[in-house]
């Protein structure tokens, strides 16, 4: 079946630094949807992606689509302590009828 | 949670027994996902439903898993004689389409099956 490579698996900063986390497939994705889960919490949306190239912005959050269509990325900019949580990507290709996830990047923010 | 609603949240079953799960989906949604995710990974897909339809199952377990979603009332996830690997955390969630693909999918808080 279809999978999504995430890296890093998980990433240890310091409050204020910038984070950039990636998503890789073999196979090409129509949308790419990042997602961040806190403990206990069900996945929240974070940005969702349509067009190869295409570039989104949610607040200090910033995600790409890849051109080749088989690739995304998530900056976070600034990092804060309430950004700790796990950050899931998720793509969708029409030859099915799921959303394919990521294993996920766990970020810990040393204040 | 996106209006997205499961219960219960927490779910304590010896092995053998049955749990259900129970999700309505956002209002006027009228297609389920559910996933699950066992401690330390990510989602894997089981199942997406329409109303008395089941789109795609290609993620259920073969033997004792069941899903539904009927006209009237919430999506139902069966698990029967469970066993302790099936001790995890069940989301499911309301997936939005457009032009024949899907753009989003917001999520419930899940249900924390625990097997004893």
């Not at chain 1, 302590?81 to 996830?101: E, K, R």
């Not at chain 2, 539904?68 to 969630?93: H, M, N, T, W």
Request: aromatic share 10%; glycine share 10%.
């Amino acid at each position: 079946g279809q999978q999504l490579n995430q890296s890093p698996q998980s990433m240890f900063i310091q409050e204020g630094e910038d984070v950039s986390m990636n998503c890789t497939s073999s196979s090409i994705f129509n949308t790419w949807l990042w997602y961040k889960q806190e403990p206990g919490e069900g996945p929240v949306l974070l940005i969702a992606l349509y067009k190869a190239g295409e570039l989104t912005s949610n607040g200090r959050l910033t995600a790409q689509f890849g051109i080749t269509r088989k690739d995304s990325f998530l900056n976070i900019s600034a990092s804060i302590p309430s950004d700790v949580g796990i950050y899931f990507c998720a793509g969708h290709n029409n030859a099915g009828n799921m959303l394919t996830f990521g294993g996920g990047t766990r970020l810990m923010v040393k204040p | 949670n996106a209006g997205v609603m499961q219960n219960p949240r927490h779910l304590v079953r010896r092995r053998g027994q049955e749990a259900r799960l129970r999700c309505s989906p956002m209002k006027g949604h009228s297609h389920v996902y559910w996933y699950r995710q066992l401690p330390e990974e990510g989602l894997k897909f089981m199942v997406y439903l329409q109303k008395e339809n089941i789109i795609d199952e290609s993620g259920m377990p073969k033997e004792r898993f069941s899903a539904e979603f009927p006209k009237e009332g919430p999506s139902i996830l069966r698990i029967q004689q469970v066993v302790r690997g099936d001790s995890a955390a069940y989301f499911c969630a309301s997936p939005v389409s457009r032009a024949g693909g899907i753009t989003e999918a917001f999520f419930g808080q899940g249900t924390r099956l625990t097997v004893v």
